[in-house]
């Protein structure tokens, strides 16, 4: 089969590979049909994470039919229409059972590895390193699903692709996001980044009530998207102070609730730039700039650690701070059913799509923000 693979930095091959075979009787394997690349992917595509090999398949946001289970499959059958979680989880273990499916204890056959920095590891995910399981990712013609009554979700209804791929980890990233940020009806919510993970934040934090949502970022076509949701107001970083413009805007309280929807991309966009070699860390301008008793939530990966991280300011202005990688699979159901009544279209963020093929093209596109890219949607 093909699938897209990594040979080092910025450096993506469509390869002829073998294709992946039950190894546990709570295998499935899917025949994928839609699958995306994550600003998560771009970690990876620029060698920030630790634990790639070169030929690691990557991918993380597929979906497709069902073509064959192992034998203590009880949920899915062959035909099965599915989209799959990137977080892989056991669905018994004490994380699993109290809903915190990304950090299931269980999944994670290099857990010693992410250990070795963190103290514990998170949840294996699909195509992200051997520090994160070495699993193989999604985009690709077919992918091996462990745990299958565990992650994957049936779509019955005839919805699209598109209108569902993006419940595989963006749409429930941006939606914990702003349950993470603990958004109350007349806050003020800021998000800093407007990549799919913040168009999703945007959207969500105004499905949770906020009074007012400001998106933070210097891309123009990204800005303006983040604009088209509701009464959403813009912040150009390229252009305005950001920590001056939500003073002026909030009566200098600064925002209720900051989310961090850029991550360790920030690192590079605002220290290695050489025209901004003075912008703060987006972590620092959110502590800075939130309310007293405020809430940071922070969807964004971090790799390593971040210096300079402003932790007086954190803790003597009293903020929450709420992270982690997104527990995919208990926001399934309720997000599916936001998309069948129509109260959002995720689809609407897409725009670029191709064949595995294209692959290598749209990941350099999409990293280097180019030809108006938010999204990129790859079919097999
Ligand atoms: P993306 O790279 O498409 O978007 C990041 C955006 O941040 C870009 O539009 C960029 O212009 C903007 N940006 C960069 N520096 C900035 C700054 N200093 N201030 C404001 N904006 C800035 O990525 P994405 O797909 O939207 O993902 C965003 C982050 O979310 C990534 O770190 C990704 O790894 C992470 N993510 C986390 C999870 C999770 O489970 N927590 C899941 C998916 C993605
Ligand atoms: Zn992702």
Known sequence: MKALRWHGEGDVRVDEVPKP??????????EITATAICGSDLHLYNDFMPGMEEGDILGHEPMGEVVEVGEEVEDLREGDRVVVPFTISCGECWFCENDLYSLCDETNPNAEMA????????????????TLGGYDGGQAE???VPHADVGPIKIDSDLSDEEVLFLSDIY??????????EIEEN???????????????????????????????RIEERLGMAEGHADTEVIDYSEDDVYEWLMDETDGRGPDRCIDAVGSEAHHTCV??????????VLQEAIKSCRKGGTLSIPGVYIDGVDDMPMGPLMNKALTVNSGQTHVQAYLNPLLETIENGEIDPAEIITHRGSLEDGPELYETFNDKEDDCVKVVLEP
């Open 187 to 217: 806050d003020t919510v800021a998000v800093w980044g407007c990549g799919p993970v913040g168009q999703f934040a945007v959207q969500s934090a105004w499905m949770m009530g906020a009074d007012r949502v400001i998106a933070i970022d």
């Open 115 to 130: 250990a070795e920095s963190m103290g514990h590891s998170p949840a294996g995910l699909f195509g992200f390193s051997h």
């Open 21 to 30: 075979e039950i190894e546990e009787p709570t295998d499935a394997i899917v």
């Open 142 to 144: 077919y992918l091996r």
């Open 272 to 281: 290695d730039v050489p025209d901004e070699p003075d912008r703060p860390y």
């Open 172 to 181: 429930p990233t941006g939606y914990m996001a702003a349950e993470n940020a």
